[in-house]
């Protein structure tokens, strides 16, 4: 879990290498086109492994809990007293990510559409699901994810004169869906009339129109079902069962979700979009999710290859911690490098690959701060 973690943080961290200026000055090298979008999240429909970062955290969030509970219990801790424990992770968790997105800002951002903000949202929600039995977890994310995609399905479809340009979308943008797929179109959706309304409640500096990349504060509603997959897969691995029976399920529940969302997207019943976080999205991800988990434990658990994953488990211990370092300080670390080592440090092998050494040399720095923090047993917690 540790090692799988590590390696969603590691991705995260890993945007400072700038592959896409690379590419950009590489047209024609598929290469670099490759790095370029599999560190880059898709324009909307479909799925790249940068977009897979925030649904894996979100995961590993509910694979986490099963375990957080068995110890806080083991400690001798009520229900009454995790309860309480869990509503303020909640609050820590939301009021950290309107923290890290009103950096640099006039006042605070208040916005609900980042990582952590959407998982302290949904995380009250999960934490009572996990005291429950297994059935009911299966319930609550059928429930939860179906009447979901219902309220979209039922609310009206922007019309022909819907004005797509004040709301940040160009009219004739290639991505607009039409028919019945057209219910979750960039801006023009549910989530986007709640967020015009519940977002200016809160002191702005101007009226809130629209996210410019899409995204939603009800996107925490999908994102708990994710969560919830998380859960059950924990429940599965915290089990008492051989480590066969556990792979077997969890590779099950990769086919199943994958199959069932690629399906839904296929037959116009509900999109694949990472941005608005639709229903199938939940299942895809979560699928993809549910593999990248069997693999690590076939590797580390089953298999006990550890040694190799040292380095994404000194991140993974502290994710909370490389998640604000390389928020905070990938600025400040890159200004101290030139300051230091001159301004053309970075500039041995041209010009169109400064970027990317500086970069790499960005991303080792808050590695060893986190081996560092790790060496001494420095783990941020909520």
């Known amino acids: 879990m540790d090692a799988y973690r590590g390696f969603v943080m590691f991705l995260m961290m890993a945007e400072v290498l700038h592959f896409g200026r690379v590419a950009a000055a590489y047209p024609n090298s598929a290469f670099w086109r490759f790095l370029d979008f599999n560190t880059s999240h898709v324009d909307w429909v479909g799925c790249s492994l940068h977009d897979m970062i925030q649904p894996s955290f979100s995961f590993l969030v509910g694979v986490a809990l099963p375990f957080s509970i068995a110890s806080r219990a083991a400690k001798g801790q009520s229900a009454f007293a995790m309860t309480g424990h869990a509503l303020w992770r909640s609050l820590i968790l939301i009021l950290l990510g309107v923290f890290l997105r009103s950096v640099g800002r006039p006042q605070s951002n208040w916005t609900f559409e980042d990582t952590l903000t959407q998982i302290g949202l949904g995380y009250p929600f999960l934490f009572v699901l996990g005291l429950s039995k297994p059935r009911v977890q299966f319930g609550a994310l059928l429930v939860l994810l179906f009447g979901y995609w219902l309220a979209w399905a039922l609310y009206p479809v922007a019309g022909p004169d819907f004005d797509y340009a004040k709301v940040g979308v160009p009219p004739d943008w290639a991505h607009h869906a039409s028919g019945f797929a057209a219910h979750w179109n960039k801006n023009g959706n549910l989530g986007a009339a709640f967020d015009q309304w519940f977002l200016n409640l809160f002191p702005r500096a101007k ?76 299942l895809f991800s979560g699928g993809l999710c549910f593999l990248f988990m069997a693999g690590f434990y ?55 690959f400064a970027p990317m050494f500086q970069g790499a040399a960005v991303l080792l720095a808050l590695w060893l701060i986190l081996f560092w923090m790790y060496r001494r047993k420095l783990f941020l917690r909520v």
Request: charged share 10%; with cysteine; hydrophobic share 50%.
């Open 207 to 282: 009226e809130f129109i629209a996210n410019g990349g899409g995204y939603l504060t009800l996107s925490f509603i999908p994102t708990l079902g994710t969560m919830l997959l998380g859960l059950i897969a924990g429940g599965w691995l915290k089990g008492d069962l051989p480590h066969k029976t556990k792979l077997k399920r969890l590779l099950l529940a990769s086919a199943v979700c994958l199959t069932l969302a690629t399906a839904l997207h296929l037959l116009g019943v509900c999109p694949i979009v990472k941005r608005i976080w639709t229903p199938t999205w939940a």
């Open 298 to 352: 076939a590797v580390v658990d089953a298999r006990g290859w550890k040694g190799w994953s040292f380095p994404l488990v000194v991140i993974g211990m502290n994710s909370i911690a490389a998640y604000c370092i390389a928020h905070l300080w990938d600025g400040f670390i890159a200004s101290s490098l030139k300051t230091h080592l001159g301004p053309n440090a970075f500039q041995l092998f041209g010009e169109t």
